[in-house]
């Protein structure tokens, strides 16, 4: 593909031929975050633009707050992957992706930078102005890939993002003692906790058997919107924050 004028006027134009059409027409109506999980900025925007890849985003967002478009808005980027939200099986059609760059786990998870993340906020109200996408469906890769993907992860600064419109987020739940499931665990209680999280987006089987898919899917949901302590076993402040989501959560 060669050059485009960028749909996001900050942006510069960094072309990848990794893309398609969006199937059968699909307006994006979520906007999906990454990390870039690679040592450096430059190396994963060379990845992200290599046809042997097969992976693009329609956005990159450097440490100092530089935004390079990928891909157009209209095409169909590949960074979503096998993944599931409230149904859509096609995230790639259903969203737009950015890339924030940043090692991720494998590089020892450091903090985002300041500069970055406004430029990520910029980013995200212009895309949801013209776009018209809720707040709330602005979501981490790991929420429409549980167990198979980790990013943004823990450290990504969701509260500050919410803080300007952007995501949905309730103060979590104190991390502390009580009642709690975890894998192994089986019963109508974790039968209701899936259908909580499966009410929330979250492609979890509602079975009563609290499995690896529960555990992966409890992880995703605390990397999200419980960071203080990620590990699989839904414990009263898990539970409590899925609750008070649930209930701010816009009806439709």
């Not at 690679?38 to 060379?46: I, Y």
């Not at 259903?94 to 020892?108: F, L």
């Amino acid at each position: 593909m060669s050059g485009f004028a960028p749909d996001y006027s900050r942006a510069a134009v960094s072309p990848s031929p990794n893309f398609g059409e969006r199937r059968e027409g699909r307006a994006p109506d979520m906007i999906i975050l990454h990390y870039t999980g690679m040592p450096t900025a430059e190396a994963a925007l060379d990845w992200l633009t290599r046809p042997e890849s097969e992976v693009s985003s329609h956005y990159f967002v450097f440490e100092d707050g530089r935004v390079v478009q990928l891909v157009p808005e209209a095409a169909r980027a590949w960074h979503a992957g096998r993944s599931f939200w409230k149904g859509d099986t096609d995230i790639n059609s259903a969203s737009i992706g950015i890339e924030i760059a940043n090692p991720g786990h494998p590089g020892g998870l450091p903090d985002f930078p300041g500069a970055q993340i406004d430029a990520v906020i910029d980013l995200c109200h212009d895309i949801m102005r013209r776009r018209a996408i809720a707040p709330e469906r602005v979501l981490a890769h790991s929420d429409v890939a549980p167990v198979r993907k980790i990013d943004p992860g823990e450290k990504f600064p969701w509260s500050r993002l919410a803080g300007s419109g952007i995501g949905h987020w309730v103060e979590p739940g104190p991390v502390g003692g009580g009642r709690f499931f975890q894998q192994g665990d089986g019963g109508p209680p974790v039968e209701a906790l899936q259908a909580m999280l499966a009410l929330y987006g979250y492609d979890v089987p509602v079975s009563g058997d609290y499995c690896a898919r529960t555990k992966g899917v409890v992880d995703a949901f605390q990397r999200h919107f419980r960071p203080d302590r990620v590990d699989g076993i839904a414990d009263v402040s898990t539970i409590e924050t899925l609750h008070r989501l649930l209930r701010e959560l816009p009806q439709a």
